[in-house]
């Protein structure tokens, strides 16, 4: 593992231990160049994923752009971080489970609308407005009157 300070190519590995969830493995790690010390995560892969975007385009899959998202949509809402970690674990198993190499971003966007509805109801509406260009304040009067009766998850201070 390369230091992201200076570029060196020999790091070691100081403590290892897994996340809470047990999805990944922390590494601490030094770097004997420059005395810096980071951390590294080490997530289980289980196939190269590809989005196809709704232009066509084809790219690489991004977990941590996926993870921005759902952050974003949750900011300053009452879901912790572990949470929203095991969310974004959700959805790429998930992804990766479906056996296909390619997954369109519609896919992608409408199993987070998915998860967000279950946990929080103001996430799933700013998720929303960014996932379906929201232009007006009329377009998010229109999508509240079509959940309007659509049974909405209210936060749960504890997490679970």
């Known amino acids: 593992m390369r230091c992201p300070y200076c570029g060196a190519a020999d790091t070691q590995v100081k403590d290892s231990r897994p996340t809470e969830d047990g999805a990944a493995i922390r590494r601490r790690r ?3 160049g420059c005395g810096q010390r980071f ?3 080490e997530r289980v892969q289980l196939r190269e994923l590809t989005v196809v975007k709704s232009d066509s385009r084809r790219v690489a899959f991004d977990r941590d752009k996926l993870a921005r998202s759902i952050r974003v949509a949750l ?7 572990e949470r929203q970690e095991r969310i974004v674990n959700g959805i790429v198993r998930k992804l990766e489970a479906s056996g296909e ?3 369109s971003s519609t896919a992608i966007g409408a199993a987070v609308m998915e998860a967000l509805k279950e946990i929080d109801a103001v996430a799933y509406v ?3 407005s960014v996932y379906r260009d929201f232009r007006e304040a009329d377009d998010f009067k229109t999508f509240l009157g079509d959940m309007e009766g659509a049974p909405l998850a209210r936060p749960d201070p504890s997490g679970e």
């Open 39 to 41: 951390t590294t995560v």
């Open 101 to 103: 190499g390619e997954v």
């Open 75 to 81: 900011n300053k809402r009452p879901v912790d971080e």
């Open 30 to 32: 030094f770097c004997a």
């Open 126 to 128: 700013r998720f929303a």
